[in-house]
């Protein structure tokens, strides 16, 4: 009984060595992917949508979703393969993924926008980027001060969740990189901000764009003029669109017509052929961009056709 027992562990070692254990592949294998909060509907989508195709063939992705600094600290100091953010890497932290990774790819794989948002009720339409700046730097406090109120009173209360990309694109864009020193209401997470948005008469809250659909609340999105102030130099404003107030209408995000847009960028530092890869090249081909296109976002790496308004 001994020998048979000793002969069949032998075989099975045999057989063992006999098939390779089997390798990572395009569509096998696990990744986790840091998707930014201040974005996530559509993201958590493309995950959803690449699972529904290869999910029953090998392919494990898991998703946590965190702020866009902490998805670029933990893709340069720790294991994280793909990460999303709203915040490209800068050149020195690039080259610190390449000394420590060997390789990094990059590409924009959607153009989105930060919102003001406001209550139903606010009769306020329009605003322009220099009156959000001054609002956020704490210089103008009330409805009536803006240029444009049309008979809103009170005093604005700002909502934007504390260290937040909306909140870091505030402070970058706006404030040529001094914080946000308004007296602000923070809320944890898109949601809470856009909840606090439409139980607060006088609130104006800042948000991603793809949080408006997702949330399903009744707030009203401003229309926002960069006259008189430029807030990013990477989206330059057309000069037929100075002076002129645009929503975050997809078209206007696309022709740079909206002055708060940013793109979605992907980053990778994986090796080709695995399921990092694979997943990117899903996100950034036909079928993922139709993800963003779904979602009222700006696809980046297909052809847009603007159609004209019936």
């Known amino acids: 009984m001994t020998l048979r027992i000793l002969l069949v562990c032998t075989l099975a070692a045999s057989a063992a ?25 559509p993201l958590i989508r493309e995950v959803e949508s690449f699972l529904g195709v ?45 000394n420590t990774a060997g390789s990094l790819a990059s590409i924009v794989v959607a153009y989105d926008g930060i919102v003001a948002a406001v209550h139903h009720k606010n009769p306020v339409e329009r605003i322009s980027a220099a009156e959000i700046r001054k609002i956020v730097a704490g210089n103008v406090t009330h409805w009536e001060d803006l240029q444009d109120h049309r008979g809103k009173r009170g005093r604005i209360v700002v909502i934007v969740e504390d260290s937040s990309d909306a909140e870091v694109y505030l402070e970058q864009n706006l404030l040529r990189g001094a914080p946000v020193s308004v007296n602000h209401r923070s809320a944890h997470g898109s949601l809470e901000v856009l909840r606090g948005v439409v ?3 006088n ?67 994986s090796l080709k052929g695995d399921l990092a890869s694979g997943f990117g090249t899903f996100v950034a081909a036909k079928e993922g961009q139709r993800v963003f296109l779904e979602t009222g976002l700006v696809p980046a790496t297909q052809p847009i056709r603007l159609r004209p308004s019936q």
Request: hydrophobic share 35%.
């Open 17 to 41: 060595g006999c098939y390779p254990e089997r390798k990572e592949s395009p569509t096998t294998g696990e990744l986790q992917v840091l998707i930014p909060e201040s974005a996530a509907p």
């Open 54 to 98: 290869y999910g029953l063939h090998g392919a494990h992705i898991t998703y946590r979703v965190v702020r866009s600094q902490e998805a670029i600290s933990r893709f340069i100091l720790d294991t994280a393969r793909l990460i999303f953010t709203t915040q490209p890497l800068s050149k020195a932290e690039e080259d610190l993924v390449r």
């Open 199 to 201: 139980s607060d008469e």
């Open 203 to 269: 609130s104006l809250g800042f948000v991603g764009l793809s949080w408006i659909d997702s949330a399903r609340v009744p707030a009203k999105l401003l229309e926002v003029s960069a006259s008189g102030f430029d807030p990013d130099t990477v989206y330059a404003i057309p000069a037929e669109a100075l002076g002129k107030f645009y929503g975050p209408h997809p078209a206007h995000i696309y022709r740079n017509y909206y002055p708060f847009k940013r793109g979605i960028h992907m980053y990778t530092k």
